[in-house]
């Protein structure tokens, strides 16, 4: 009943199961979340500048003279 | 009577060129298949010891084992395909955040259930320890592979969260799905088909094999009841028993325990480290 041996068609299935992104998916994909991706980064982006907005608020702050004992001006 | 045999003594009985049928169910298959199997090289030997033997082998399934089987097919695909999407998009953004994060959730999800099924391992191999029990000598069913791969409803968190913004058409995921999916399930399918034949009595090939023309269906009901086992095991058992065919070849605990009691005129044929377990629990 069974023409081709077994061992032969589980070596069959062995090549089915080489798993790979093709390049062609990955650009389907990208093209698919292109806007999403795009609002994320800029959202990204935002919150790095608000969080470097924080840091330079900081920068101006007088430093005391700890020698003389007198602490930092907020 | 003893209705068992080990794989050892099967291939030491067998004559060269000696036609064999065997009855699969679905975790020989699964072993066979998976390397991550604890009784994948048990499998494969056995195969591989067989083909040395004879060619003249014939497999046989139910259309229930086939059904498992492209079940377990399907979530070891998508697992491995989302995986390799989620490590490719660490170095070239290719899904949004949205998805890299439920895909992350899923990931979470899996390596607890895999962190588990180890700690269930651990326990069990020590309480037979405290019991004097050499577990280097037993073979412990406990670890179950499948929890490496995603479940239904993880692949279905991933899926919905395919759907980008503003996006009418899912053509997303459809196109994972087209690409990593589809042809691999047809082609896998159709070698599943020529490896194993679906006893069904409504088939003119399967007819030479079975003692009556129709197959009771309720019996099947019976053996389920009689000791307990997964329905679709009792579906192979009772399947068996209405066709002229010997041997079940199962790593099923359920199936051999069950075929002692309800087929009684078949042979169960599993490794034959296992048959020291079973003879502990069926004495004879």
Redesign the interface.
């Known amino acids: 009943m069974n023409r081709r041996s077994i061992i032969d068609i589980m070596e069959d299935m062995d090549r089915l199961e080489e798993i790979e992104i093709t390049d062609e998916l990955a650009d389907t994909l990208r093209d698919y979340f292109k806007e999403e991706i795009e609002s994320e980064d800029l959202e990204n982006d935002e919150n790095e500048k608000v969080a470097k907005g924080f840091d330079d608020s900081f920068i101006n702050t007088d430093k005391g003279n700890a020698e003389n004992g007198e602490s930092d001006r907020v | 009577m003893v209705n068992r045999i080990g794989f050892r003594e099967f291939l030491k009985k067998l004559q060269k060129e000696q036609e064999v049928q065997l009855i699969l169910d679905a975790n020989v298959i699964i072993a ?2 998976d390397k991550n199997h604890k009784d994948h090289d048990t499998i494969r030997e056995f ?2 010891g ?2 040395k033997i004879t ?1 003249n ?3 046989f399934t139910s259309v229930t084992t086939k059904a498992e089987f492209l079940e377990y097919y399907r979530r070891k ?1 998508i697992t ?2 989302i995986l ?2 989620y490590k ?1 998009n660490k170095t ?8 890299k994060q439920e895909i992350e959730n899923q990931i979470r999800n899996r390596n607890l259930r895999q962190k588990r099924e180890v700690e269930k391992q651990v326990q069990f191999e020590k309480v037979l320890e405290s019991q004097s029990v050499d577990t280097t000598e037993m073979d412990i069913e406990g670890f179950s592979i499948d929890a490496n791969y995603f479940k239904d409803s993880e692949i279905k968190s991933i899926k919905k969260s395919f759907r ?4 009418q058409e899912e ?2 995921w459809l ?2 799905c087209s ?2 999916l589809m042809e ?1 399930m047809h ?2 399918e159709k ?1 599943l088909d ?2 194993c ?1 679906y006893l069904t009595s409504r088939d003119d ?1 399967s007819q030479k094999y079975f003692i009556k023309k129709d197959v009771e269906w309720r019996m099947a009901t019976q053996i389920c009841g009689e000791t307990g086992m997964g329905y679709s095991d009792a579906m192979i058992l009772n399947m068996a028993n209405h066709t002229t065919i010997e041997t079940i070849l199962t790593l099923d605990f359920d199936l051999v325990y069950g075929g002692h009691f309800s087929a009684m005129t078949k042979v169960l044929l599993t490794p034959t480290d296992r048959l020291k377990n079973y003879k502990i629990i069926l004495r004879d």
């Open positions: 066979y298949r195969f591989g067989l083909n060619k082998v014939s497999l695909t491995e395909a390799q999407l490719i070239q953004k290719i899904i949004s955040d949205t998805v980008a913004r503003n996006v053509k997303g196109a994972f690409v990593m691999r082609s896998y070698l020529e490896l034949h090939v």
